[in-house]
C-alpha cells in the first residue's frame, strides 16, 4: 500500500481508495494454493498507520472489492455491517461458480451463451444483493473469452442489460469504469462504451473510475481515455465514495 501512496503523490493525485479484494469460498482447484480471502483486520490497521503517515494529500479511503456468490450473500452482508468501508466494489469474477479465467470453462460451449449466463448472473445479484456501491467491470467475462470482446457489444444482449442497468439505478447503485482490461487486449474499457451509454440513458449517474492497478505502474493508467469515453457518452461528473456516501465530481 504505501508503494501504492507514493506512486500517487509523485502522480499528483488528490484521492486514492485502496479496494482489497475478497472472493469468500472460491473453488480452488486441486493443486492450487489460490486464497482469496482477506485478513482484514491486518488491512485495516496497516491502512490506518499509512493514513496517520500521509496525512495531507492524496486523501486515503479504505475499500473493498467484493466477489459475489449468490449462496454468501447473508456471509458478505455481515461482513459489510461489520467494517467501515468508505467504499464498496460488488464483482463477479465466478458465473454459476466457475472461473472463467480457466480456458476449459469456455470449452464445449459457445462464448454467446457463455457471456449471457454471465451478465444473467449478475442480473440475478443485483435483484437481491444490496451491500455495496458500484458494480465493478461489468462485463469482466469478455478478458477471457475466445474472442474476447471482437463480437461483443450491449446490443447483443440488450434485454439483460436494461434490466439490470435498471436495477442497479433503481436501486441507487452505480457502476465501475475500469481501465484494466486495456492489459487483457481489449478494444473497449470495461463495460464497453455502448454500455456506458445505455446506463447513462437510462438515467445513470453513479459512476466510479478504477485502474484495477494491482501495481503501483497501473496507477491512473488510461484515465485520460476513461474521460474521454465518459465524455462522449455524455457524463460530465465521475463520482467518489467516502463513508459509503457518494460525493461527484466535475470530469
Ligand atoms: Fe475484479
Known amino acids: 500500500m504505501e508503494s501504492m501512496i507514493t506512486k500517487a503523490v509523485s502522480l499528483g493525485m488528490t484521492h486514492l481508495c485502496f479496494t482489497e479484494h475478497l472472493d469468500l ?9 489460490l486464497d482469496f480471502n482477506l485478513a482484514t ?10 493514513k496517520e503517515k500521509y496525512a495531507k494529500t492524496p486523501q486515503l479511503l479504505w475499500g473493498v472489492e467484493l466477489g459475489l456468490q449468490k449462496h454468501i450473500f447473508t456471509e458478505l452482508h455481515n461482513y459489510v455491517q461489520n467494517h467501515p468501508f468508505d467504499f464498496i466494489i460488488a464483482s463477479s469474477h465466478l458465473c454459476n461458480g466457475g472461473d472463467p479465467y480457466y480456458p476449459d470453462f469456455f470449452e464445449g460451449r459457445k462464448e454467446d ?21 458500484v458494480y465493478g467491470h461489468l462485463d469482466y467475462i469478455v478478458r477471457y473469452g475466445p474472442n474476447k470482446d471482437a463480437r461483443y457489444s450491449y446490443e447483443k444482449y440488450r434485454d439483460i442489460f436494461d434490466s439490470l442497468l435498471k436495477v442497479i439505478i433503481e436501486k441507487g447503485k452505480g457502476i465501475e469504469l475500469n481501465t484494466g482490461g486495456v492489459k487483457y487486449g481489449l478494444k473497449d474499457l470495461h463495460p464497453a462504451s455502448s454500455v456506458l451509454k445505455r446506463y447513462k440513458e437510462l438515467g445513470g449517474e453513479i459512476i466510479t473510475i478504477g485502474s ?19 465524455e462522449e457518452c455524455g457524463f460530465q461528473y465521475y463520482t467518489i465514495f467516502k463513508e459509503r456516501k457518494p460525493e461527484f465530481i466535475p470530469l
Do not use: C, M, W
Open 212 to 230: 484495477d492497478a494491482h501495481t503501483p505502474e497501473n496507477l491512473l493508467h488510461h484515465f485520460s481515455r476513461a474521460k474521454a469515453v465518459l
Open 41 to 50: 483486520d491486518q488491512y485495516r490497521s496497516e491502512f490506518l498507520t499509512l
Open 113 to 133: 451463451d457463455i457471456y449471457e449466463e454471465y451478465f444473467s448472473s449478475i442480473l440475478e445479484n443485483v435483484k437481491i444483493f444490496t451491500d455495496y456501491d
Open 25 to 33: 469460498d472460491y473453488p480452488v482447484r486441486e493443486g492450487e494454493s
